[in-house]
């Protein structure tokens, strides 16, 4: 086609392409509801009214799991024995040797084992709260309840910013702008109750748990997180970060704020995703299936069309799905923008996994891997919302912040969302690239496969250093994640753990493809090519983690752990700066040589390569530390 | 070798799930559910429970007319270091900077009562920690202010036991951990089932069989086996390393026979969604929403499983536990023999080609 403007037959192509897509798209909703019969709707119909209706049976009373599990003997006249029965964990017993706790006139006994000391701690709380209820008939309030206690909390700012006092270029929004006492604001008009001990009111409420119960309450809900958002009437979702304004009563009527809101959120946004990758694994890999996908690959349409056309109705159900989410958390626009890259990881792993799987077993499996992994990711950071810069590696915290409204300014959010979204397009990238014959409808297993994506796209030494420029978004996922789940050990254990990931980590990242191609017979094996390739890919990686120095917007390099991951580059004389500032690329291509080395000669070989190399990265990362601080 | 084609099929079965590494994936992920809810409660109970954190104390400032005798009380309590303060705009100060954890303002009211208004800073796991310490303190504060008032009151509070050195994280491994434990390999078995079933279906690979000397209940047989077999292996293998981690389980081999029973009957459905849904990714989706249904349904029963397998690993069993371990084998041995019946009716033709 020859235009005489420049710009009419490209956009017109575009529009051409965009049809195509658009067709696919439709071609892939239409069957895929069209295959969905109508008994299947009905199962799924009766199977979740029937939990419905079950479900206020599991939820009150903290799912009854602990019930009846220690063993008490104790008169009917004792004064403990109205207390023990009213406890769900405590069960009377008669006065046999097998019980737990022997109550009698002269005290109680436990048994000399683990069990009985737990037993003893259980008859404490349930005293406790059976004094409490008693006292509440009381006529006498003010002997009754003799303390009143009002509980504020306020934004003291200094200690969530102590950490990274100074370095706070890109954090401005760590609350010291927002006013005192009423950070939860808006947190508390979304929720009302607070789900894990219903303590909402003041005084009067007749299920004021007693303090053992928060613990009991919490940790079942952690056992089954499939039913997070079975609660009839308001979502549970407690307290997020903050304690919410004021409380008042009495000290028992306190509730310690719940720190662990992002996990209901997690759930919440994460588990419907799990439905909508299960079928587009499956349509994904229904293509591969008996040759199916060929008459596509055939026909006039690119395979981008067709990958983006499959996607496409996906994408539109990770969306809708986070938009109702929000709606119903009473979450706006941010915390959609910031969800919507964690669906873009989730969709795009599971193509590259139902690209690989050999079976519908196997890609269950690698599904459900990827959907722990990617809900750790999202959810462990979070968990550190209020204390450190650290929790902003996760989008989930821009949920939460949306949600307290405390806001985020667009560094951070670049930060939290940008790795998301670009390694889901490395992770497309990936697969469209084996989304060809040879590799759809043959059986290897899933690491030869994914050689072969790495492969699929390298054929000269300066591809080598663009694949490991696009693999620094991974690198820089795993680096946060783990330094997100090291950072709240000891930093004697976790310092040396964070030197030696962090080494593995970048050093995989730099030389997987290049044992990769060489697998793949793309260059001569030779000392000169390793060489060669190892600069490249040395080079890449200096290279693009220069441009992509957004650590330092939010002050991550302030936290000691981060150091380690992030060598520092501040603070120090100009000679050594700039010393600094080059040793990285010496230190990248030379440890890229190393591995790229072995990587010449075989599997064997590059495992002993890229060992030698991480041990000389780490090494190399200490001895900055050591010359630094 | 051995002559049974369900023994045969059964291995092959096995064979594939070696060689794609999928067990090794499934224990992957078991044990990491496992280590991340303990890494939860770990992080949750050390909150909750002052005495499993070492050394880490509670500044409180505390201010206000009755305070010595407010001090009295709150330093009985671990964890809790009182510091009075004269004058309320000092006590504030040293609030702002940090050198106190929390701020208490006392006054009483026209009843008589304490009136305590408390400030804790907003941040975190931090004033979870802070708020969990001074409720103790309050609620100590709380007991001695009523006892002084008793003469004023009907019912005299019982005097509390002792406190008990318990590990804070007892209860949670035997109703949490340990039915986790037992009852997510029952899931992915049945999930295994359904794929393996669905996968034959789809590829059409059934039909070749009515060449073969062996009839469809063999096949299914064969499946059934193995995938209900994997389930009490894993929890054979998870109560025994948590046997080897100091945490005995008790009555393991009844929680092993519910397990088997439990992962029969839920492979039987599985194979059975398998059979009558249309594709894999609707097997996939009336399996996982069922199973959930099933476990959410079950808290109808007097004991939930999950409290059936608690009670049993913790060692304090009742009559209902026995007679409801016996309930699931009879269901297990109900929901095979059903899936064989109906399979036996089934023909391969109905089932076989691509659909």
Sequence with gaps: MGGSDASGPATEGLIVELRKLLRIARWEVATSTGTVDRRTVVILAVALLAAGAAAPALTAGGGGLDDGIYRVAVEEDHPYHDAVVERDTLRVVGTEASADLRIGADGVDAADSRKGDAALGELRDAVQSYNVRRLRAESDRAAAFPVLVELTFVDRGGVSVDIDDGASGGTGSDGDGGGDATGGDSSDGADGSNGSDGTDGTGGSDDTGPPGDGTGGAGSDTGDGGDVGTGGGPLPIPNLGGGGGVQEGTPADISAPFPFGPLVLAFLFVVPMNFVIQAYGSTIMDERRNRRGELLLVAPVTRVDVVGGKTLP?????????????????????????????????????????????????????????????????????????????????????????????????????????????????????????????????????????????????????????????????????????????????????LPAILVLVALIEEVAKSIHVYAAFEHERFERSVRSGLVLGAASGAGFFAAEKVTHAVQLVGLDQLEVGQAAFTPTSGVGPLLAVGLFLAPLALHTATAAISALGAVRGPRRYATGLSVAILVHAGYNLGVILLVT | ???????????????????????????????????????????????????????????????????????????????????????????????????????????????????????????????????????????????????????????????????????????????????????????????????????????????????????????????????????????????????????????????????????????????????????????????????????????????????????????????????????????GVMGVTLVRVAVGRLSIDALGGDR
């Design chain 1, 314 to 494: 996906y994408v539109g159900a990770v969306l809708g799905i986070t938009i109702a989410v929000a709606a119903l958390v009473g979450a706006g626009a941010l915390a959609v923008a910031a969800v919507v890259p964690i669906g873009l990881l989730f969709l795009a792993l599971t193509f590259l996994a139902a690209m690989f799987a050999r079976s519908y077993k196997e890609l269950t499996f690698v599904t459900v891997s990827i959907s722990v992994f990617v809900t750790t990711f999202a959810f462990v950071p979070a968990i550190f919302t209020d204390v450190t810069p650290i929790a902003l590696i996760s989008p989930l915290t821009l949920v939460v912040r949306d949600l307290q409204g405390t806001g985020v300014g667009l560094g951070g959010f670049v930060f939290a969302t940008g790795p998301s979204l670009v390694a889901s397009a490395v992770l497309f990238g990936l697969g469209v690239g084996v989304y060809r014959e040879e590799d759809m409808f043959t059986q290897r297993p899933v690491h030869l496969k994914a050689l072969d994506a790495l492969a699929a796209w390298i054929h000269a030494p300066w591809q080598v250093a663009a694949t490991t420029a696009l693999l620094l978004p991974f690198v820089f996922v795993l680096e946060l994640l783990a330094v997100a789940i090291l950072f709240a050990l000891p930093l004697s254990v976790s």
């Design chain 2, 1 to 331: 070798m051995s002559r049974d084609p369900r023994l045969t099929i059964a291995r092959r079965e096995f064979g594939a799930l070696t060689s794609e590494k999928t067990i090794v994936l499934a224990l992957l992920i078991q044990l990491f559910v496992a280590g991340f809810s303990s890494f939860l409660v770990v992080g949750l109970v050390s909150m909750y429970d002052p005495g499993s954190i070492d050394g880490a104390s509670v500044d409180v400032g505390l201010v206000g007319d009755d305070g010595d005798a407010v001090a009295d009380s709150l330093a009985d309590v671990d964890g809790l270091d009182v510091r009075q303060y004269a004058e309320e705009s000092s006590a504030r100060s040293a609030f702002q900077d940090g050198r106190v954890d929390a701020l208490l303002v006392v006054s009483e009211d026209e009843d008589g009562r304490v009136l305590i208004r408390a400030s804790v800073p907003d941040s975190g796991v931090r004033s979870t920690y802070t708020v969990v310490q001074l409720r103790d303190g309050l609620e100590a504060l709380e007991r001695d202010r009523r006892a002084a008032l008793s003469d004023r009151l009907s019912f005299e509070p019982l005097a509390l036991p002792e406190e008990a050195s318990a590990s804070p994280y007892f209860g949670f491994t035997y109703t949490v951990l340990v039915p986790l434990l037992c009852f997510l390999p029952v899931f992915i078995s049945g999930s295994i089932a359904v794929d393996s079933v669905s996968e034959e279906l789809e590829h059409g690979t059934l039909e070749l069989l009515r060449a073969a000397p062996i009839t469809l209940v063999d096949i299914l047989d064969g499946k059934l086996l193995t995938a209900a077999a994997l389930a009490p292996a894993q929890a054979a293998l998870w109560l025994g390393l948590l046997a080897i981690n100091g945490i005995p389980v008790a009555n393991a081999l009844p929680v092993l026979a519910l397990v088997a029973a439990v992962a029969a009957a839920i492979v039987s459905l599985g194979i059975a969604i398998a059979l009558l849904a249309p594709d894999r990714r609707q097997a996939q989706l009336v399996y996982s929403v069922g199973v959930l249904s099933v476990f959410v349904v079950a808290s109808l029963l007097p004991e939930h499983p999950a409290n059936t397998v608690a009670k049993l690993a913790i060692g304090s069993p009742t009559g209902t536990t026995w007679t409801l371990v016996g309930g699931y084998a009879v269901a």
